[in-house]
């Protein structure tokens, strides 16, 4: 097999998140679910954005979050993902490939306008979320570069991106270049929603063996497995795949591999601003040490260290030198 020119490529929604801070009772009065991720129509995002108070723009999507993380901690990433013609389009094309991360993805004419998510952030840094994917779900399948996907070691699949058929295809045509190619496929479950609408097929992809490293929190590990026991959802899953991540907010991460298993507690912290990016960034350092070699436990940690970089400010890309903070870290 040939030396991979890229670490990890992954496929995600490409959306600017929309920032600003809010009382819960707001969250109340506009009908939305505390903590929760909706996804909205034109209309109702422009309902939310007028009710926002002042805001801050911030490049953002899941798979783009976890490639900023894996960049700063020195990985060589690509990205594909779909915006729009317009200002947010300009701001994410410019903040992805400013992170050092190749993006070729044209920019698709007319409407609907690139993808935003409206972010409400209560007082305690709890964030309740509304997306309005817009171009993102867009994605044709022509805008897969096999040969890109084959050239790096682990392709990285954002759930999220299930949904609509064409992006859903794409995501296909890559596990099957990825494949051929013999490299990594991970894939993030995104949200407990997801496996609500699309279960069968995220359930069908691990049972085939499409999937290498999957990523998950606790509630979706019981949404996927329906067995609402922590120990029981990774007695079931983990046994289907290479290596199992399973986080758990406040109380840490579970990793399997093979008869492996490694646990680690989330990393202190002064004070949580926005949890937007956890998750994301969690990966990103559990991945930056997969393709390192680290083992198991330490992926855990690295991953550990990134999501508290990212709940201690907001907006879902690292601010701080990840590099530097993993080396007072770990030596």
Same mark, same amino acid.
């Given at each position: 097999?040939?030396?991979?020119?890229?670490?990890?490529?992954?496929?995600?929604?490409?959306?600017?998140?929309?920032?600003?801070?809010?009382?819960?009772?707001?969250? !109340?009065?506009?009908?939305?679910?505390? =903590?929760?991720?909706?996804?909205?129509?034109?209309?109702?995002?422009?309902?939310?954005? *007028?009710?926002? %108070?002042?805001?801050?723009?911030?490049?953002?999507?899941? *798979?783009?979050?976890?490639?900023?993380?894996?960049?700063?901690?020195?990985?060589?990433?690509?990205?594909? =993902?779909?915006?729009?013609?317009?200002?947010?389009?300009?701001?994410?094309?410019?903040?992805?490939?400013?992170?050092?991360?190749?993006?070729?993805?044209?920019?698709?004419?007319?409407?609907?306008?690139?993808?935003?998510?409206?972010?409400?952030?209560?007082?305690?840094?709890?964030?309740?979320?509304?997306?309005?994917?817009? *171009?993102?779900?867009?994605?044709?399948?022509?805008?897969?570069? !096999?040969?890109?996907?084959?050239?790096?070691?682990?392709?990285?699949?954002?759930?999220?991106?299930?949904?609509?058929?064409?992006?859903?295809?794409?995501?296909?045509?890559?596990?099957?270049?990825?494949?051929?190619? =013999?490299?990594?496929?991970?894939?993030?479950?995104?949200?407990?929603?997801?496996?609500?609408?699309?279960? #069968?097929?995220?359930?069908?992809?691990?049972?085939? =063996?499409?999937?290498?490293?999957?990523?998950?929190?606790?509630?979706?590990?019981?949404?996927?497995?329906?067995?609402?026991?922590?120990?029981?959802?990774?007695?079931?899953?983990?046994?289907?795949?290479?290596?199992?991540?399973?986080?758990?907010?406040?109380?840490?991460?579970? !990793?399997?591999?093979?008869?492996?298993?490694?646990?680690?507690?989330?990393?202190?912290?002064?004070?949580?601003?926005?949890?937007?990016? !956890?998750?994301?960034?969690? #990966?990103? %350092?559990?991945?930056?040490?997969?393709?390192?070699?680290?083992?198991?436990?330490?992926?855990?940690?690295?991953?550990?260290?990134?999501?508290?970089?990212?709940?201690?400010?907001?907006?879902?890309?690292?601010?701080?030198?990840?590099? #530097?903070?993993?080396?007072?870290?770990?030596?």
């Amino acid at each position: 097999m040939t030396q991979p020119s890229y670490d990890v490529i992954a496929i995600g929604n490409a959306i600017v998140d929309v920032m600003a801070p809010c009382a819960d009772e707001l969250v !109340a009065e506009l009908g939305m679910v505390r =903590g929760g991720m909706a996804l909205v129509d034109a209309e109702r995002a422009t309902e939310l954005y *007028a009710a926002m %108070g002042p805001a801050r723009e911030i490049s953002g999507g899941s *798979a783009a979050n976890t490639l900023a993380g894996l960049s700063a901690l020195g990985a060589r990433c690509a990205f594909v =993902g779909q915006v729009a013609t317009d200002e947010l389009g300009e701001i994410f094309a410019h903040d992805i490939r400013a992170a050092g991360i190749d993006y070729a993805t044209p920019p698709r004419a007319g409407d609907p306008p690139t993808g935003r998510c409206l972010i409400f952030v209560s007082p305690d840094g709890q964030r309740t979320m509304n997306t309005f994917l817009g *171009a993102s779900h867009f994605l044709p399948v022509a805008a897969l570069d !096999a040969d890109a996907v084959a050239d790096a070691s682990v392709l990285y699949l954002e759930g999220y991106m299930w949904d609509p058929p064409g992006p859903r295809q794409v995501m296909r045509n890559a596990i099957a270049a990825a494949r051929a190619a =013999g490299r990594t496929v991970a894939f993030t479950t995104s949200e407990v929603f997801m496996i609500d609408l699309y279960g #069968a097929d995220f359930r069908a992809l691990i049972d085939e =063996g499409a999937i290498d490293i999957l990523f998950c929190n606790h509630h979706e590990l019981a949404a996927l497995t329906g067995e609402e026991d922590f120990e029981a959802g990774l007695a079931s899953l983990a046994p289907k795949l290479e290596i199992l991540v399973a986080t758990r907010s406040a109380d840490g991460a579970v !990793a399997i591999a093979g008869g492996e298993r490694a646990e680690v507690l989330a990393e202190p912290i002064e004070q949580v601003v926005d949890t937007t990016g !956890a998750g994301d960034l969690f #990966a990103a %350092g559990f991945l930056s040490g997969h393709v390192r070699g680290e083992n198991l436990k330490r992926c855990l940690e690295m991953g550990a260290v990134a999501a508290a970089e990212v709940i201690s400010h907001y907006g879902a890309r690292p601010e701080a030198d990840l590099k #530097a903070l993993m080396k007072k870290r770990f030596g």
